[in-house]
């Protein structure tokens, strides 16, 4: 076993940054208040919260009512969607997002459509982008939500999501954005992007797993999911998660403060995987090559399966992605890169690689090094 894991799955989940842990430390143990109790233990933890609520919205550009906490990413999607669906019913039936959205999108509309719901998704390109004028033309006078990714969390690919959110706001449709994976490294200016909800997941920017937050801009009527005691506004039921909570926050603040320090460097990295890798015979590059996120670099190589991949590279402590959620024995190539127009023989040889703040140029040097044996090794055992 190598001593050290090169991490290059932060797309998936980063580690919790140990002064986000610092900052959760007190929350885990001396102040255990339920923020609902009126005496002091309690009112400590509340205090805790709001400060916390109002750290995410001065980064958000939006007002501390504005922020729910929720138990992750996934959750804030449903909130949303279902949310404004289900507040909605009198006025249509029908949603707009694309095929691209991960699973907690996607399924969340499936599953409305058991209850009357209909779901139109716009095609994208073979960088994976959107065409805000497609969303434009989907819209009727049934359209009671839009709901499109800030970046795609398999290929990287950031969608024009400003530009979509414009389009909702003249015909006043609200535009929910699963910014989960822009979440730390992409401008978050609520107000900039014509965002009406907004998800996003403390886990994937250095803070803790179980943490989610969404933002519901003013006068945005959302039916909550979780019913019980009042905490969240209504929101959402449910004693808070205060120590989350505020590493939650903690950690927001400080990607958003390091942003400019890391962003250059991760870039960088990001680059010199891709530039490596193309050079593999019957390779390419999935997802936009400029307009992506800073550490995403993926590919899909012909001839191989990408699981087959992942477990040579795991052999050399080497922690990546084929980049789909989908469980392992499941034969269904990415759902993203079948939108994309790629063929299903090619979709199954993809591999995802996302940097993070603490991989180096050796990390990258170990890929290079490795995965064009790989690719070899395992085309020949095709024959
Ligand atoms: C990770 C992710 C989610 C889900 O977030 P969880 O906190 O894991 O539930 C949703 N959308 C995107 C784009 C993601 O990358």
Request: glycine share 10%; proline share 4%; net charge negative.
């Amino acid at each position: 076993m190598p001593d050290r894991t090169i991490y290059l799955d932060h797309a998936a989940t980063t580690a919790l940054d140990t002064r986000v842990l610092d900052a959760m430390l007190p929350y885990l143990t001396m102040e255990y208040g339920n923020a609902s109790s009126i005496y002091t233990l309690g009112r400590h933890a509340m205090q805790a919260i709001d400060s916390a609520r109002e750290q995410v919205a001065d980064i958000l550009n939006s007002r501390p009512t504005e922020i729910t906490f929720t138990g992750c990413g996934s959750e804030s999607d449903n909130l949303a969607i279902k949310g404004i669906a289900f507040a909605s019913q009198k006025k249509g039936n029908h949603i707009i997002t694309t095929p691209i959205e991960h699973h907690a999108v996607l399924y969340t509309c499936q599953y409305l459509e058991r209850f009357g719901f209909k779901t139109t998704y716009i095609p994208v390109d073979s960088y994976a982008q959107v065409d805000p004028d497609d969303v434009g033309r989907a819209i009727t006078d049934q359209t009671i939500l839009v709901s499109v990714m800030y970046a795609n969390n398999e290929v990287g690919t950031i969608e024009p999501v400003a530009e979509i959110g414009r389009i909702c706001r003249a015909k006043k449709i609200p535009f929910h954005i699963d910014a989960v994976q822009a979440g730390g490294s992409l401008p978050l200016d609520v107000a900039a992007l014509n965002a009406d909800l907004l998800s996003l997941s403390a886990h994937k920017f250095y803070g803790p797993k179980g943490v989610g937050i969404l933002y519901a801009r003013q006068g945005m009527r959302l039916l909550p999911q979780l019913q019980g005691g009042s905490q969240e506004r209504g929101r959402r039921a449910g004693t808070e998660n205060v120590a989350g909570i505020v590493g939650a926050a903690a950690a927001f603040r400080l990607a958003y403060e390091e942003l400019p320090q890391i962003q250059p460097r991760i870039i960088a990295l990001r680059d010199r995987l891709i530039d490596g890798l193309l050079a593999i015979s019957g390779s390419q590059l999935t997802g936009h090559s400029t307009n992506r996120l800073a550490n995403n670099a993926s590919f899909c190589f012909e001839g191989v399966e990408g699981e087959s991949i992942l477990l040579n590279l795991d052999l050399l402590g080497v922690a990546a992605s084929t980049g789909s959620a989908c469980t392992s024995g499941s034969v269904d190539p990415s759902h993203v890169l079948v939108a994309m127009g790629i063929p299903v023989e090619v979709a199954h040889g993809s591999l995802r690689l996302t940097l993070g703040k603490n991989n180096t140029v050796a990390d990258v040097d170990v890929i290079l090094s490795a995965v064009p044996g790989i690719i070899e090794k395992l085309r020949g055992l095709r024959g």
